[in-house]
């Protein structure tokens, strides 16, 4: 893809699924890779793979609540880089939910805390290099309970919560050479979904069943499009929401 080749991005989450394939997609367009994750052994283990494979990675534990982590993840790339061209703010959790009245204040603020503000941290963190930089390009996670009432009361308001972020940062930066988009993937094969399906196999099932596609998307199948998204390929695609989920909020 157009534009990568020898940039330079950060990831969060990068140490499992979503964030683990577009790292490894990231390094094969040949960027060096700034992995950020709360969870080392996942981290070091994907900086391992971009290693072995001949690319460029560093991993550095990172804690999205936590906004010294942020700082230190960005200064990780310019310390080991040089600078900062690409990010997917992608780090998040899924919990169970009530229904909206039922929630007790604890479980609502660390889903905002991890979903949405830690988004807003990495953003606060990410913008002004990019801006020192001349420009880049940013994608953030967010889900089909972004842009539906699919998943729980939350996780949805987070989630819609990062679209909102990706927007406003698009009409704030346009001028300073940065794109921001959002990736809403469907459901998709990862330690996440696989938790969740052990749980409760049969509700997976029913979802599975209700998917167009005819099943769970394949974590490289986001990856693929946030790496898009950073690409010179989608130099005019900006603030969009792009809903990567085999068809299932078509119906
Ligand atoms: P995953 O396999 O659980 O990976 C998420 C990674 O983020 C894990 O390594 C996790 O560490 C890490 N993490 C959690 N809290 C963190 C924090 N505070 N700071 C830094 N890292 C943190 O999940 P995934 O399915 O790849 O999900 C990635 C993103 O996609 C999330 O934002 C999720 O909401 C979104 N998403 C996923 C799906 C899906 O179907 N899988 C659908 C829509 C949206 P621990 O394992 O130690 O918690």
Redesign the pocket.
Known sequence: MKGIQDGVAVV?????????QSSLRFADEGAKVVV????AD??HETAEIIESDGGDATFVE????DSD?VAAMVQTALDEYGGLDFAHN?????REGSRLADYDEDEWDQMID??LK?VWRCLKAEIPEMTERGGGAIVN?????GVSANGSAH?AAS?HGVIGLTRRATVDYADDGIRFNAV??????????Q?AGEDNTEELERITAGIPAGR??D?QE?ADTVVWLCSEEASYVMGQPIVIDGGLLVQ
Not at 12 to 20: A, V
Not at 141 to 145: D, E, I, K, L
Not at 185 to 193: L, R, S
């Open positions: 969060t989450g990068g140490g499992s699924g979503i964030g683990r950020a994750d709360v969870d996942g981290g990172t804690d999205v609540t982590d992608n780090a998040g959790i899924a991890v979903n830690g996670t967010s889900s089909v309970a996780y989630k809403c993937p469907g459901v998709i094969d990862t330690p996440m979904v938790q769970l998307g974590p986001i």
